[in-house]
């Protein structure tokens, strides 16, 4: 083809597709069919290829996906992304009008919309084209996530009128691509998405663009960030102007006259969201006339002409079948409700726990009452209330037993404590849950051997300790259930390979009261080797600065026991490595690496390195690692899939770094 030509075919074929797009994923009516659709692109893309000039910023072939990027660069919002203040009754509505009327006066209208359960995002265009996308981040500095929003076909890549403007919506992952991509998760033995809302969060952070082209996301575009010379002065105008330019808007939306007109489409919603295509957490009402939200304007978080409501967290009421007991590691029996499977919040349910006796009796459950469940912040099932109402008169008090279950010894009520526990260090259940400690991650980290295989072996008698987990042969693991030939020889490599581990972890696993993974490093850290431990008096460890004399005394009784001296014997006999290995504690005021005195958290699914291998690099270099994000956070390394962490450092505006960048700072 002439060049001419070729040119001319681009643009043809950019316009062309550009249209489908819209019609397709805008306006839902598509004109042409898929495979038409998908020709065309191919067309596209290898003319684009030929003559990479010919490849403008709104050609559709964006949409597939385009390089991966290191890490996400900062955007400064223009004008700020604000969240809204929530109402979660009828009152907190009746109230809201009362204050915005007292602001403005009677002559007032609300448009109502559905809050979509997605997450924020902002678009910005210039002189027509889409510039860049970015996270809410702390709500003035997001991320510039813009290769990945532009995979998403609904966002216009060219708007109509060659504006320069911004524009707000909720990106979201609809609930069909959602259950196909958790279905194909689970299918290759990944962690499923929690909801959609996880999943969107999760596609839009990846700093592969292909990722995020590949799982179907949608948005709402909901506002303008600012009307600019556009004439504009209500809400509902602008919504139309935003239809007019090409941006998908949500049509559910209504007009109302009064708060009464609002309840009413709030009842209605509460009623038909089930039926909707994506998830929504509430309604959003604001005030319509730009000049009565100025008028209103807004507080330090919020502006005060608007307001979501919320929709009360899932209930659903099943039946309780019986309440199960498991003893832990240290004894303590915990009661689980074992509950009729039912549906809540996106996923079947069929065990609460009811953590001890006295929840029991506060809610007065018994065995066979129909129970209110929800799921605690959208995760952790737990029993709301019985429904004494449906009782028949059937229905069986729960007691909890005097004797441990597992072994028949006398349970016990430790002082101060609501739990009760089994004292008996022999007891089956307990030595049972201290093997499946001592093989996982934190401890001795011998992949292969879970809970399941564990309970096989412990069932059969072939390990009674952790020291016979180094005896077991290949003959004795190939008569397991589910054990071919090669993951017997994976497993006996990983048993062999915890050999050499760090003396800390073999302390963690030995599960000694009060002696947690930390304290476990410490320990290490500070006595170098087991038998210096095994020595030590309960002044030595109370010297030691992050060790009080709960553990201290834990740890001297642990060590006097005949048993515990013979076991380590053990372990060493078979050639468990009893030394600490990593570095000597490092003295902050002196490292001048960038990780000395920072608190650092680690979220999402690391690709090169272990997060414990990540974890060890930076507390070698001075850095603190802590689970869970807080105003204390210096620094937060976002993995694949981060999820609630990583919104949750990007609302306090953290510091955030994505797996390339740590291993660059480490290695620097
Ligand atoms: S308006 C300043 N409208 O809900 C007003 N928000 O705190 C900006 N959301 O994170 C929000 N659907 O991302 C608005 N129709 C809708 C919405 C909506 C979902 C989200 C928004 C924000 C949160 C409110």
Redesign the pocket.
Known sequence: MEEKKVEQRVKDLQNLLNQYNYEYHVLDQPSVPDAEYDQLLHELIALEEQHPELKTEDSPTHRVGGQVLDMFEKVEHRTPM???ANAFNEQDLRDFDRRVRQAVGENISYVC????DG??VSLRYEDGLFAIGAT?GDGSIGENITVNLRTIRSIPLRVKETVTFEV?G?AFMPRKSFLSLNKGKEERGEEPFANPRNAAAGSLRQLDPKIAASRNLDI?V??MADEGKTGIRSHSEGLDFLDSQGFKT?KERQKCKNIDEVIQYIEKWTENRPDLSYDIDGI?I?VDSYDQQDELGTTAK??RW?I?YKFPAEEVVTQLRDIELSIGRTGVVTPTALLEPVRVAGTTVQRASLHNEDLIREKDIKLGDYVVIKKAGDIIPEVVNVLPERRTGEEVDFHMPTHCPACESELVRLEEEVALRCINPKCPAQIREGLIHFVSRNAMNIDGLGEKVISQLFAEKLIEDVADIYHLTYEQLIQLERMGEKSVNNLLKAIEVSKDNSLEKLLFGLGIRHVGAKAAKTLAQTFGEMGKIQQATMEDFISINEIGDKMADALVTYFEQEEVTSLIQELQDVGVNLTYKGPKPVNIAESDSVFAGKTIVLTGKLEQLARNEAKEKIEALGGKVSGSVSKKTDLVIAGEDAGSKLTKAQELGITIWDEEKLIEELNS
């Open positions: 604000l969240s809204l919309e559905l809050k979509i997450l924020a809410r707000r909720e709402f909901y506002a949500n959003v604001k919020s502006p608007a979501a």
